[in-house]
């Protein structure tokens, strides 16, 4: 049976190891200096950084201080719940079962491999840490006097400390990566550094963490492959149309307004996963706007020339294109801002081509924008813009980083244990490539959006923003609208998405999908996942709006496009790319999609 023994740290080979820790000192050591050189005269957390949280702690401490007996309470309440489990610790090491004083979430994947439930001493790390996460973040969110802001920011600092200090994101304490260290005589250390010492390369000094294979896909030819040409571009996007797959197309064409926060092709993923060619294959003629990736030399750029030179200049492209004025169009995230933003721009000039408007986890009004709002006060923006102002834009990285600290378990520390303590490579995923393809912000827009969205709200009021000098009041929208939301959406909160489409003057369908803003999206009905919601009345409580809706299995997309062909105005014969006003430019996906910036 010999041959079956695990292997243990003195199996390793003394020269095979001496050879991996050369070639990995070799190459950490010009890393380490070249990351020295960059970051002379500079710092990762900045003064401004340091001083906010400072001021968010102390007055914490402050209101902490002020109510002895309420923690001197939550103190012995933890000391006896921590003494019960070391009690029973201790039995379990003498053999006897007892139930936990603690047991992680169903959802929560760390703590899934057999050695925290069957070993006691795991099993013991694992209870302390959730025992112990759990009267910090419960004596945080208890103290009493913090404006609903500055409780929301501490509560998400706090959490991510606690996400940061779980046993599994450390060697000793991690029974999966401490088996693996046995078994593979240490060499996923040293393929972790490897991996750990690449990332940093990658990001010029700054950690950025694969979270898939970066060679693994390729626009073009693995994503973003539905057949289609460029008909039109401008500085700030190209216009994309597809070829049919119908002999037949609805009259009134589509035009998606995608976010540019990140890239279009989140709509055409692969074919089995593509919004876009399930469009295409239900006989409509669609359009999509693909964003430039823009460097500083677009920086004055504002939300209002995205208007002009993005919707605006597509919607022309679609009527050359086609002979058609009427279109129906759809606005994703951001790209669902601008359009609600657009469409009273239009009502005020009496345009009135835009027959139809879908916004998808599209937020209008910025009372409770999610978990995006700690990041959003005067003290925070003034320092970004700063920043940006320097740049000229925002770094994509940096807002990528910004989201994924959102679901810092599933999108940071489960990569960092998987990549730098297990050694492993990260899985090839077409949504995780599409994540961290990240697109720049200009600065000029940026601020703008941040400042009047995200900080004063300024959109839900009528006339509290002008655009080309025409004041927007969403109100006068009477186009017909349908609005799908995720109910798990910690971006697009669906309560504030729900609130947004009352807005709008005109009559609005509001659908309520499962999961999360970008999965309850990319939902096509073949995998029959999740579910959705559907009520016909749109009562002021949205609470009170899922009550009463009627539940349905699946996918929403047959639902939308049967709300999409009452207003498709016929049939006409199918067009191609090309075959209207417009000459091609280039193949879809274009090349302002593979525009990168390091």
Known sequence: ???????????VDPQELAQSLSEIAAKSQQLVKDFLARQEGTSQLSMDDALHMSRLFQDLYTRLMSDPVALAQAQVTFWHEYMSLVQNATLRMMGVETEPVRRPHPKDKRFRHESWEESPLFDFIKQSYLLTADYVHTTVKNVEGLDDKTER?????????????????????????????????????????????????????????????????????????????????????QVIQYAPSTEEVARRPVLFVPPWINKYYILDMRPKNSLIRYLVEQGQTVFTISWRNPDASLADKSFEDYMREGVLAAMDAVEQATGESEMNMVGYCLGGTLLGSTLAYLEAKGDKRVQSASFFTALLDFEQPGELEVFIDEDQLDKLERQMNELGYLPGPQMAATMSSLRANDLIWSFFVNNYLQGEDPFPFDLLYWNQDSTNMPARMHAFYLRNMYLENRLREPGGIELGGVPIDLSTVKTP????????????????????????????KFVLGGSGHIAGIINPPEKNKYCYWTNR???????????????????????WVRWLNHRSGGRVPARQPGGGRLTPIEDAPGSYVRERHG
């Open 537 to 559: 009345n749109m009562p002021a409580d949205p609470a009170r709006w899922l009550e009463n809706a009627e539940y349905h299995e699946g996918s929403w997309w047959g639902d």
């Open 153 to 237: 920011q501490i509560d998400f600092y706090t959490r991510q400390f606690i996400d940061a200090m779980s046993p599994s994101n450390f060697l000793a304490t991690n029974p999966e990566v401490l088996q693996k260290t046995v078994e593979t005589r240490g060499q996923n250390l040293l393929r972790g550094l490897n991996n750990l010492l690449e990332d940093l390369e990658r990001g010029n000094g700054k950690l950025n963490i694969s979270m898939t294979d970066p060679e693994a896909f390729e626009v073009g030819r693995d994503l973003a492959v539905t057949p289609g040409k460029v008909v039109a571009q401008t500085e700030l996007c």
């Open 481 to 508: 609208a349908y609005f799908i939301s995720a109910r798990e959406d910690h971006i697009a909160p669906w309560q504030a998405t729900y609130q947004g489409a009352r807005l709008l003057g005109g009559s609005t």
């Open 1 to 11: 049976m010999a041959e079956n023994r695990s292997a243990t740290p003195t199996d």
